[in-house]
């Protein structure tokens, strides 16, 4: 990262060169206008401020460089319910690409450096490169799984198995992109974000974390969680 204010040089270190969508838009400017969006830094924000809000999903995509964000939707009473946390190399979501997710608040857990892309030049970019479309589908795929993982959860699963799900799905994402060492990964998430994804109140969470680490499962501290069985863990999430 160099010194210069808002912007994002460690390229080649950025978990998003999986998705190739960066550099996929930088490698097309006859495709792209003078005054795209794809040319600008990326930007940052500070934890806990809105990346984008509700009703701001018309004009653009966004891309995680760095940090952790969540994607909610919240109720008229003020209830919210997680949809999804972003980690770094994430896109805020496929069928953004195509449509506007209005309703939706995504929002940075920790200070986030993010791009955001006009939605149709990075559609346009994404449908004429076979490789991209492959990538596409492929984390549509995934978000899929995650869509009917998380209906089951609120449905039918416990809050045990929920929070086990929640960290070893949080495991293997940050995995992919070697951020996890000896079982030990960054976890910023409050009791509350927690929450807020398992459908569960923040009391609950804290007795069920509790009982994890009394159990000799994990360990927390320091914004970190270390897997100390992971094969019990496992058993636990899919009971």
């Not at 930007?43 to 966004?62: D, K, L, N, Y």
């Not at 891309?63 to 972003?86: H, K, N, P, Y």
């Not at 069920?208 to 320091?222: D, M």
Request: charged share 25%; hydrophobic share 40%.
């Amino acid at each position: 990262m160099s010194n210069e204010p808002g912007t994002f040089t460690a390229c080649g270190a950025c978990a998003a060169k999986r998705l190739n969508l960066c550099a996929g838009m930088r490698h097309k400017p006859s495709a792209l206008p003078a005054t795209s969006s794809a040319r600008t830094l990326v930007q940052s924000i500070t934890a806990r401020r809105v990346i984008c809000g509700p009703r701001e999903w018309s004009e653009f995509v966004h891309v995680i460089c760095s940090g952790w964000a969540m994607v909610s939707t919240a109720m008229a009473d003020g209830r919210r319910q997680t949809l999804a946390f972003l980690l770094p190399g994430e896109i805020d979501s496929t069928a953004s690409l195509f449509q506007p997710r209005f309703g939706r608040t995504i929002e940075a857990i920790t200070e986030v450096f993010y791009r955001r892309f006009r939605r149709e030049e990075m559609r346009d970019t994404v449908l004429s490169s076979p490789d991209l479309l492959r990538t596409l589908g492929e984390l549509w795929s995934a978000e899929r799984a995650q869509a009917d993982d998380l209906a089951i959860d609120l449905g039918r699963r416990t809050a045990d198995e929920r929070i086990a799900r929640l960290i070893l799905d949080l495991g293997k994402r940050l995995a992919l992109h070697g951020m996890v060492q000896e079982q030990t990964m960054d976890f910023p998430l409050r009791q509350r974000q927690i929450a807020d994804a398992t459908g569960l109140t923040a009391v609950h969470v804290s007795r069920v974390l509790n009982e994890f680490q009394r159990n000799a499962l994990i360990r927390i501290g320091g914004r970190k969680l270390t897997i100390l069985d992971y094969d019990q863990l496992r058993r636990l999430a899919e009971a």
